[in-house]
């Protein structure tokens, strides 16, 4: 166990970096321990199990199949009491508008099964925005259902060997730039208000607009998907976890449009209103490309709050940035206690990014002195080459960002002017370009405390009252 005393004194070099890194490394131990991935498994048995093909669905790719999707699921569900069921996709090319699930239920797909999205927005009812929201995210009024829906649900299985879900969404990207939409886009895959829900093993292509939306949602596990759509296609973020807790993301790759995980909570007033926060989420080995925007995005619809994020083991490549926190003054809210760790970007423009004046807004009674409150962000262990920019990070004018740290960072940057920061206060140790004055202070001895998963995180949970570090580790 590690403690400290009499740290001002202690003037060792080699015990200094020592000290740095044991706590940085040993500092993870706390979050993961505060919910498992491992608890949650597609491989659940259900007593019950029909094909798609017992209800009249034909895989050809050119017959629509919502109405057999949406009878076998209404069969099923007579067997929720009972153990839950299955709905077997087998191999073929299953056109279909959206279908509801229910709860109790495995959607499994074969690896040669595609399930197809149709190309005719009828197929894709309208349902009411969400209260987070206030309106659609893309235009006022409803939006567009989900391919695969559902809402008030629980035990939730989506999975296959590497089938295949293809929202086939060039047709609602052409109508999105050119302005023809009367409603917002839909997502591939969306539950609300659901709890332990797991999505694995599969392919997802082409949504229309965000990919995977799990919204005031709870105990939801993304495992081993890959989710790919063209690198130029608008708004096709990978995996969007919305006002949501205990979110498990690991083992993806996800390559996009837009980011490829962005973490929400609602946008402005009505997120402040509905207050409902993202909360202790895992991310971890995870790899992706992005041409026009993040690895990993903060917001920018964070205006319930978010918290307790790790992610770790990601690798970035081809991208325009790296990390990214996205806000606006408006937007009130928090992002905090956020703590990212190994990480590789190659060939990325911009490896750290805060952008605190992002704008759109969902209407004009939005509070512009709603400021957002950021502050407890560690990024440490952090590879790059060819990185044109390490960092832009701008905060608030009146409204710092703070406690932000870095440690262990090494990056290789083709730009004459690595750091440009305002409005930011922190710390840093092993720092490579050497980062702005804001953040020069060492993070050794006096700021431990103020990092994120360094002090507050070493407690023991055997011992949740010891609130310092009261000994030095020998050499």
């Known amino acids: 166990m590690l403690v400290l005393t009499n740290v001002h004194g202690f003037h060792n070099q080699r015990v200094d970096v020592l000290l740095i890194l044991v706590v940085f490394n040993e500092a993870p131990w706390y979050i993961r321990g505060s919910f498992q991935c491992q608890q949650m498994s597609s491989e659940i048995v259900r007593p019950h199990s029909v094909t798609i093909t017992e209800f009249g669905a034909v895989g050809d790719g050119l017959t629509i199949n919502t109405k057999a999707f949406q009878n076998a699921i209404f069969y099923l569900n007579s067997f929720s009491d009972k153990g839950g069921a299955q709905l077997f996709v087998p191999a073929g090319r299953w056109l279909t508008g959206s279908f509801d699930l229910v709860s109790h239920l495995t959607l499994r797909l074969d690896k040669d099964a595609v399930i197809l999205g149709s190309i005719n927005s009828d197929d894709w009812p309208l349902i009411d925005p969400l209260p987070s929201y206030g309106r659609g995210r893309e235009l006022p009024g409803g939006r567009h259902r989900s391919l695969i829906f559902g809402r008030n649900l629980t035990d939730i299985i989506i999975t296959g060997d590497n089938g295949t879900i293809d929202g086939q969404g060039s047709v609602w990207w052409n109508w999105f730039r050119n302005e023809t939409l009367d409603y917002t886009r839909p997502h591939l895959v969306e539950f609300i208000n659901s709890t332990g829900v797991v999505i694995s093993n599969l392919t997802f292509l082409n949504s229309p607009f965000w990919t995977i939306h799990p919204v005031y949602c709870s105990q939801v596990a993304v495992q081993n998907v890959t989710i790919i759509s063209p690198l130029d296609s608008p708004n096709t973020d990978g995996i969007d976890p919305d006002s ?72 970035f490549f081809n991208s325009n940035t790296g990390i990214r926190i996205k806000t606006s003054p408006g937007r ?19 490896a750290i990014r805060f952008t605190s004046n992002y704008g759109e807004h969902p209407d ?16 440490k262990d ?30 290789s940057v083709t730009s004459g002017s690595p750091w440009n920061c305002s409005y930011i206060q922190g710390y840093s140790d092993f720092v490579s370009p050497k980062t702005c004055e804001a953040l020069q202070e060492g993070i050794y001895p006096k700021h431990l405390s103020d990092c994120y998963c360094v002090l507050n995180q070493l407690r023991s949970p055997t011992d949740p009252d010891r609130s310092t570090l009261v000994n030095i580790m020998k050499i």
Request: net charge negative.
């Open 244 to 315: 949501s807790n205990d979110i498990c993301i690991e083992d993806c790759y996800i390559s996009t449009g837009d980011d490829l995980i962005a973490i929400k909570s609602g946008w402005d007033e009505y997120g402040i209103s509905y207050a409902r926060p993202s909360t202790n989420i895992i991310i971890r080995r995870l790899v992706g490309e992005t041409r026009s925007s993040s690895g990993i995005a903060l917001g920018s619809e964070m205006s319930g709050g978010i918290s307790e994020v790790h992610a770790e083991n990601l690798q």
């Open 332 to 350: 009130g809210g928090y992002v905090r206690n956020i703590y990212v760790s190994d990480v590789i970007m190659t060939d990325v423009k911009i």
């Open 364 to 379: 004009d009674f939005y509070d512009p002195l709603a400021l957002p409150i950021i502050e407890k962000i560690t990024i």
């Open 382 to 411: 952090v590879t790059g080459k060819n990185v044109k920019v390490a960092g832009l990070l701008d905060g608030i004018d009146g409204d710092s960002f703070l406690n932000i740290c870095l440690s262990n960072i090494s990056l």
